[in-house]
T-cell receptor
């Protein structure tokens, strides 16, 4: 049972480049989330999808877009990467909102 | 939004010692979780505990929702317990889900 799988694990981008972070879960969860972790800041919610077909902004959505491709997959897109988006990105899922959330292993992104 | 404060921010222990980590939150919550982030960056679920007490081996947790705090107890600590411990809550009065994290407690267990 893989749980929540993120790809890639590491990525270096130049300022202005675009990329998509992929996330998939195999736990039949309805809700999925994207967080970023910066030193001293804890984890902050970027976007979430309470169920297939819906997405909502979190605390820090600027510069990002998301797609809930199907029940299993939730992608995060950076259209024009900026150095301020250098961070570790975590995807998470839960059966419904307010139930236990499980996290992927993270993607370490550096924008130069 | 809801505020989550963890204490202490840093803690250094000798192997075998016991410790208590605290999480205070500013409003009523539907969900409270404790996570351990190991030195490789993985977030490990420890407890899902919106109220009550749970135990798992050397670790236990208690949440007193009416008083808006949760405690994580680590007994007979081991070097593998080192890492950052996060508390995260979901505000019950919000219209949308938002798991809000504290800034964590950095635990170092020395051999």
């Amino acid at each position: 049972n893989a749980g929540v799988t993120q790809t890639p694990k590491f990525q270096v981008l130049k300022t202005g480049q675009s990329m998509t972070l992929q996330c998939a879960q195999d736990m039949n969860h309805n809700s999925m989330y994207w967080y970023r972790q910066d030193p001293g800041m804890g984890l902050r919610l970027i976007y979430y999808s309470a169920s297939e077909g819906t997405t909502d902004k979190g605390e820090v959505p600027n510069g990002y877009n998301v797609s809930r491709l199907n029940k299993r997959e939730f992608s995060l897109r950076l259209e024009s990467a900026a150095p301020s988006q250098t961070s570790v990105y975590f995807c998470a899922s839960s059966y419904t909102s307010n139930t236990e959330a499980f996290f992927g292993q993270g993607t370490r992104l550096t924008v130069v | 939004g809801i505020q989550v404060e963890q204490s202490p921010p840093d803690l250094i222990l000798q192997e075998g010692a016991n410790s208590t980590l605290r999480c205070n939150f500013s409003d009523s919550v539907n969900n409270l979780q404790w996570f351990h982030q190991n030195p490789w960056g993985q977030l490990i679920n420890l407890f899902y505990i919106p109220s009550g007490t749970k135990q798992n081996g050397r670790l236990s947790a208690t949440t007193v929702a009416t008083e808006r705090y949760s405690l994580l107890y680590i007994s007979s600590s081991q070097t593998t317990d080192s890492g950052v411990y996060f508390c995260a809550v979901d505000y019950s009065g919000g219209s949308n889900y938002k798991l809000t994290f504290g800034k964590g407690t950095l635990l170092t267990v020395n051999p």
